[in-house]
């Protein structure tokens, strides 16, 4: 196989199915990953065939040790080989500091720390086969601090802390990781703990006057993965219609 393979988890909805379109869009034939709704995943699936790709639905709990790793040596076995991958899986489940518990906070790490590093880690072997690849991890703009989302924050920090680290070790075999950090996104997350009018007064408050969306992010996913994102590596992009400007 010659066209470049792409694996994108999380990709039953939301972000990660915008990013297995734009890729797909983008000439990649996709691993569309799904945990607990097949019926998304094979809606999403189908969105890959239409646009004339191949489309590979894979089941995988990543919060399950070993799962990653796993899931990402049976994308490269269906496929026949991998360029591209999206660690877009995540859980945000909200609670403040007392509110957290050990268990709680094990399955975060797990899911949103553990899991990407796995994964990069088990994508290695079937990249360098093809002189090279690009990871993206989707960290979030929340790193910045959130009252109700401890775990969440330090999952999602460390995350980009440690595609630094890839980004350095994995720049001698032409593997390019970085992460992108949206901010609020259009998605069924947001709702769980904001109303429609808080969301609306957000977007007003974001100097672009909306929320983002899905494709905003995927967009930037799909240039990370072109040649035209070939010179960069170890960075932190910002998808957040400028309500926050980091150095």
């Given amino acids: 196989m010659t066209d470049p393979v792409a694996l994108v988890t999380g990709a039953q909805q939301g972000i990660g199915a915008a990013c297995v379109l734009a890729l797909a869009g983008a000439g990649h034939d996709v691993a569309v990953h799904w945990h607990d709704d097949e019926a998304a995943a094979a809606a999403v699936a189908a969105g890959v065939r239409a646009a004339g790709r191949r489309a590979f639905p894979l089941r995988a709990d990543l919060a399950t040790p070993g799962a990653a790793a796993d899931l990402v040596d049976r994308a490269a076995a269906a496929s026949g080989r991998l360029d591209v991958l999206v660690n877009n899986a995540g859980i945000y489940p909200r609670a403040e500091l007392a509110d957290l518990e050990p268990d709680q906070l094990r399955l975060v790490l797990a899911v949103d720390l553990e899991a990407p590093i796995q994964a990069t880690r088990a994508a290695v072997p079937h990249l360098r086969a093809q002189d090279g690849g690009v990871v993206v991890n989707i960290a979030s703009s929340a790193v910045r601090g959130a009252a109700d989302g401890v775990a969440y924050t330090a999952a999602k920090?460390?995350?980009?802390?440690?595609?630094?680290?890839?980004?350095?070790?994995?720049?001698?075999?032409?593997?390019?990781?970085?992460?992108?950090?949206?901010?609020?996104?259009?998605?069924?997350?947001?709702?769980?703990?904001l109303s429609e009018p808080e969301i609306a007064a957000i977007g007003a408050r974001i100097p672009l006057?909306?929320?983002?969306?899905?494709?905003?992010?995927?967009?930037?996913?799909?240039?990370?993965?072109?040649?035209?994102?070939a010179y960069l590596t170890g960075q932190n992009l910002h998808v957040n219609g400028g309500s926050h400007m980091p150095d």
């Fill in 157 to 193: 920090g460390g995350l980009v802390a440690a595609s630094r680290s890839m980004a350095l070790g994995l720049a001698r075999h032409g593997i390019r990781v970085n992460c992108v950090s949206p901010g609020i996104v259009d998605t069924d997350q947001p709702r769980v703990a």
């Fill in 209 to 229: 006057g909306r929320i983002g969306l899905p494709a905003d992010v995927a967009g930037v996913v799909a240039f990370l993965a072109s040649p035209a994102g």
